[in-house]
């Protein structure tokens, strides 16, 4: 399968008519931009309302017709061995097909590009010689920034034909990475088009480990279900959730590149911080406990203890009759309230209902005839209203958690049998704060207090949410994402030995079972495709002891001198020699050490006279080197890491566990090459 480079002989080279399609089907989607600038609405819409939903809708189709100078419009093509859809015809003519990140057509309606989730575009990745899928040839196309400069044939029907590695998609695989991370919508394997195309109804979970595009895969599955359910996900929602905002900002410019502008992004604290202010931090003891599932029981225990029964009758007064509700028929609705399990507000509002329909039929039996608008008007009557303030009051979610986390003998009383005496004292604040707005709510709080607020009012639910380093997430947390999908699916990623918290999750199955999706369909991917060979196996000698049981990944990247041990004396100095010397390669550079060591590197690197950026911050070919704190490297990556010393890396967690798999994000973060320094001893496991 040889890749063909360009000639100077266009007359004779594929590549010249490859290359004026490309010019062609660029000029067509620029005339497709320019039709939709010069639509005129004024004479189809009836108000100004239709008007600017109207208006609204071009812009962004304006928008997703952008030409992106450095993003191919096409990067394969496929030639069909029949007319698609019509194999049966002996003797068809085949059909040829463009594949790009979005669909094209030229002045005729005649297709220039097919979009790549498009399902005449699946054999592009799925299609192999023992399963042909109808296409005698796949081509694939390389780019120099924006211009066409190879091809690539692999004739799948022909046994003459030996079967290769494509030079062309490990050279995509490989190109160095500057700037925001890049679709791969070019190099999509087999088992990752699997997961990106399974249905909208149900909810994936894909473990799996550095390098194998688990994020990728994430986030064009995305893009493929926007095109096969757009109208039901544009009224729905979409949403990512991730680890943080260096995260999402490395991740943000991916959806677009695809064509897709209105999905939102986020971190679980980002979604639940709408009602307070995150001012705190909890000790890792206490924010275990108020992560635990165990918290949403307690949580529903104090909101219903709110609950009064009632000790007196309703009287209504409505003119010159009386109309009387006595206390036991009250209370039987009280019970047939609390028993069918409803939202605490939605029963706030029924019960006055329920009261004024009693009242109704007292009226009907002494022969009155009663419509709606006179139940509502006894529910406003002030005597319901004040017996519905006494039985079922209104309660404030963030006050309630305020309460919980104050007083001793309110928590005791809710969290019988659920916390033990320590874990009830672990939550407690030392300084009771004395309103919701002084107080200094940590990121746990304000988890318990989004709970309160979906026990109170229903969570409005998304079509679909996406939620990256999943591992990370406590059981609440869980709860907190899956109460923003309860009607909607979702696609969870993440890699059991990544998980950095005291309250990771131990197993996907518990994970999922917060997440309220425990039928979901467990997928693993063990293909790396990113970080080189010895550089994983290096890494993966944690594995044992960080996830017992996890399958290694296997990379098919042979890339021999990627990996650089050594034990130093002077380890500032040596560190930013070590930069220096990766900053003679090609593409972007990262710096990982312990948070701790982060002045210090800063420090030297600033002395040496080099600059550098922080995490999110985007890479240029002027500045490449990244100072990156252990803690925020989960999720990006670079082309070249130095690795600051991993003993300290390890001893800046809680435990030696969490320590080691901190080291194992660290150590998995290189695409081409790693450089680990040390002056402490290394790790035992790593020796």
Known sequence: MPAHEFESDTTTDPLAHERAHLAASRAALRAMREDAQALDIRDVTANWVNAAVLQAQIDERIKSLADLAHTPLFFGRLDYLHVVGAEEAEGAEGEQFYIGRRHVHDAQGDPMVIDWRAPVSQPFYRASRKDPLDVGRRRRFGYTGGDLTAYEDEHLTDPAEAEQTSKLLQAEIERPRVGPMRDIVATIQPEQDEIVRSELGGTVCVQGGPGTGKTAVGLHRVAYLLYAHRERLARTGTLVVGPNQSFLHYIEQVLPALGELEVKQATVEDLVTAQIEVRGADEAPAAVVKGDARMAEVLRRALRSHVTPPTEPVMVVRGSRRWRVPAYEIEEMVQELLARDMRYGAAHEALPQRIAHAVLVRMEQSGEAPDDRVQNSVARNPAVKAAVKAIWPAVDPAKLVLRLLSDAEFLAEHAEGLLSEDEQKAILWTRPARSVKTAKWSAADAVLIDEAADLVSRTHSLGHVVIDEAQDLSPMQYRAVGRRCSTGSATVLGDLAQGTTPWSTQSWEQALHHLGKADALVEELTAGFRVPRDVIAYASRLLPVISPGLTPVESVRE???????????????????????????????????????????????????????????????????????????????????????????????????????????ALTRAVSGLTVLHAAPLPQELV
Do not use: N
């Open 559 to 665: 890339s021999p001198g990627s990996l650089s041990v050594r034990e130093v004396t002077e380890l500032d100095a040596a560190v930013v020699a070590a930069c220096e010397e990766s900053l003679t390669h090609e593409g972007s550079i990262g710096l990982i050490a312990a948070d701790a060591r982060i002045p210090a590197l800063a420090e030297a690197l600033t002395a040496a006279g080099h600059t550098y950026l922080s995490p999110g911050q985007e890479t240029t070919a002027e500045s490449r080197l990244t100072l990156v704190p252990a803690s925020l490297a989960k999720g990006l990556e670079y082309d070249y890491v130095v690795l600051d010393e991993p003993a300290a890396v390890v001893d800046g967690e809680p435990d030696e566990r969490t320590g080691l798999r901190r080291l194992y994000v």
